[in-house]
């Protein structure tokens, strides 16, 4: 009697052994992940081992409405109206999670009357930028150099819409000094549909946030990767919002 009970507690003892056993081999996986994926959180941390690896970011159409060579510059808002977004950029190499450094990010995208500065007449109705650019505006264009933790910010706006796309962000990542250099990721960047809904109810987008004719379900562009490509956003304590995001690039051969 005595030697089942003791069979009995040990059976049990074991099976909470290897549970708790199981359950921190599972933490030390997703945290060790999310350090190498997030550049600031990972500073200090120890190296992965090299079973994990990070994810290669979608490639995505460049769109007609891209300009090189523009401004170098963390701030690209020039008082277009709208809600102001943080956007904070981590470029890391896809194959050893590594934060790139110097890494040269460039975005663009439209303001909230869906309007790409540069193309301001072809993004009301005209032909869509195949000749060039239409005018010398600027606004949320601009490039920024990553830090020693592969992290690029820029002040910018929510976008607005257009017709036949859903919300979106373009975006470049070049690995040279010339900020035209060699292209080693071209993509888009988007946002979960219910929260530009919600934003949409405010000003200035209230106006045309009815006729809004393309989501992310429905866009064609969105379907090629587009998921892999979401912006994690949070409110900030001002009336905006930080979207933060992961892009895992291939270096040159």
């Not at 993004?123 to 150099?145: E, M, N, W, Y």
């Not at 690029?152 to 990542?173: D, L, N, S």
């Not at 379900?217 to 304590?237: E, Y």
Request: net charge positive.
């Amino acid at each position: 009697m005595l030697s089942h009970a003791s069979d009995k507690e040990e059976d049990l003892l074991n099976r909470k052994n290897f549970i708790r056993a199981s359950g921190l081999a599972v933490t030390a996986l997703v945290t060790g992940t999310w350090k190498a994926l997030d550049p600031e959180r990972a500073m200090g941390a120890e190296p992965l081992a090299s079973a994990v690896s990070c994810v290669l970011t979608p490639e995505q159409t460049e769109g007609p409405y891209y300009i090189a060579r523009e401004k170098v510059r963390r701030n690209i808002r020039e008082k277009r109206p709208g809600i102001p977004l943080l956007l904070k950029l981590n470029v890391v190499d896809a194959a050893t999670c590594e934060p790139i450094k110097k890494a040269a990010v460039d975005i663009w995208h439209c303001d909230a009357g869906g309007i790409y500065s540069g193309f301001q007449a072809a993004s009301v109705g005209g032909a869509p930028g195949s000749s060039g650019p239409t005018d010398k505006a600027t606004f949320l264009r601009g490039i920024q150099l990553t830090n020693g933790h592969g992290l690029a910010q820029f002040q910018t706006m929510y976008p607005g819409w257009y017709r036949g796309r859903t919300v979106h962000i373009h975006v470049k990542v070049h690995l040279a000094s010339d900020p035209v250099g060699h292209v080693v990721h071209t993509g888009q960047l988007y946002f979960q549909d219910t929260l530009t809904s919600r934003v949409y109810q405010r000003s200035p987008y209230k106006g045309r946030a009815a006729s809004r004719d393309t989501f992310n379900r429905t866009d064609g562009i969105f379907q090629q990767g587009g998921a892999q490509s979401m912006l994690t956003v949070h409110p900030d304590k001002k009336g905006g919002y930080v979207a933060t995001i992961t892009l895992g690039v291939r270096r040159a051969a």
